[in-house]
């Protein structure tokens, strides 16, 4: 009975496989349809490749411009007066104990 089981189940497959290969729907086959999707949602050209990672580098840019002018500012963010916004704060991401550590060692140079 499981060979009968098996032999049924693989001549579906086949004649799955034939009719998608060989039936033309507006002038192409379903495995014809298939590949050009497939190629270009899941293997995009090199011209897309380029285009997606320069968006995602912009985005994780903006992001960390983002991050680091709100740490650099909290007190400005804390300030109930309608002042306008101060400029945006540095970039770096260097803690008091770091800028410490540097001024030591650049007195011990002198």
Known sequence: ???L???????CAVGLGVF??????????????????????VQPSRVERVTNSL????????????????????AAAKAPAPAPAPAAGPRER????DRAAID???AQKK
Do not use: S
């Open 1 to 3: 009975m499981g060979l």
């Open 5 to 11: 089981k098996f032999l049924v189940w693989t001549a």
């Open 20 to 41: 998608l290969a060989t039936v033309d729907f507006n002038g192409r086959t379903p495995v014809e349809y298939v590949q050009r999707e497939w190629k270009r949602q």
């Open 55 to 74: 968006r995602d580098a912009l985005d994780d840019a903006e992001d960390a411009v983002k991050r680091t002018t709100r740490q650099a500012t909290p």
């Open 94 to 97: 260097i803690t008091h104990e």
């Open 104 to 106: 030591r060692i650049i």
